[in-house]
T-cell receptor, first 115, second 115 residues
Framework: AQSVTQLDSHVSVSEGTPVLLRCNYS??????LFWYVQHPNKGLQLLLK??????LVKGINGFEAEFKKSETSFHLTKPSAHMSDAAEYFC?????????????FGKGTTLSVSS | ETGVTQSPTHLIKTRGQQVTLRCSSQSGHNTVSWYQQALGQGPQFIFQYYREEENGRGNFPPRFSGLQFPNYSSELNVNALELDDSALYLCASSLGVVGGYNEQFFGPGTRLTVL
């Protein structure tokens, strides 16, 4: 069975400082991994995805994540936080090779950014 | 290009009632997935429809049912509503069904409150 664990339920940073949101995954198959962001009263937006190509994945708005198979991790980083980054972030796993497979979401990490 | 739309935005029902939620997929997409997001949690997969057939189901009871129409729009029906059904219901559309390769685009959701 696939699962993701987001290691922090809440992360607080100051504007201009680095962001690190941690995610560990468990998958028996060849996984795809994603990070989604959810702003209040808005739909989920894909930040980036890993699907077995380059292990360092660059996404939108300056975010990136590194797939580390040996550590079963897929942490999300950004060099410099912006006030508009404050939102809920979800780490997600899916199976590359199986039809009809769901996206399995973590419980989410709330990112707060202070000025 | 029109994104994923959902209706209604908000809905209030009482226990035991039935509800129908609607989703219009993004233009050209033939697959619709439904997710339930309880307050403070990550979305949970309910089921997926591909070309009008159910193509995968999560751990939800049979009183959660769905339909997909020839134009690929979809309905989620919930019978005998329970208080725990109160949640944000998200619809996502994609092109194709194979695992992680096909990005799912999410609608803004329907907020269901059961009293």
């Amino acid at each position: 069975a696939q699962s993701v664990t987001q290691l922090d339920s809440h992360v607080s940073v100051s504007e201009g400082t680095p962001v690190l949101l941690r995610c560990n995954y468990s998958s028996s198959y060849s996984p795809s991994l994603f990070w989604y962001v959810q702003h209040p009263n808005k739909g989920l937006q894909l930040l980036l995805k890993y699907t077995s190509a380059a292990t360092l994945v660059k996404g939108i708005n300056g975010f990136e994540a590194e797939f580390k198979k040996s550590e079963t991790s897929f942490h999300l980083t950004k060099p410099s936080a912006h006030m508009s980054d404050a939102a809920e972030y979800f780490c997600v796993v899916s199976d590359n090779n199986q039809a009809g497979t769901a996206l399995i979401f973590g419980k989410g990490t709330t990112l707060s950014v202070s000025s | 290009e029109t994104g994923v739309t959902q209706s209604p935005t908000h809905l209030i029902k009482t226990r035991g009632q039935q509800v129908t939620l609607r989703c219009s997929s993004q233009s050209g997409h033939n697959t619709v997935s439904w997710y339930q997001q309880a307050l403070g949690q990550g979305p949970q997969f309910i089921f997926q429809y591909y070309r009008e057939e159910e193509n995968g189901r999560g751990n939800f009871p049979p009183r959660f049912s769905g339909l997909q129409f020839p134009n690929y729009s979809s309905e989620l029906n919930v019978n005998a509503l329970e208080l725990d059904d109160s949640a944000l219901y998200l619809c996502a559309s994609s092109l194709g069904v194979v695992g992680g390769y096909n990005e799912q685009f999410f609608g803004p959701g329907t907020r269901l409150t059961v009293l």
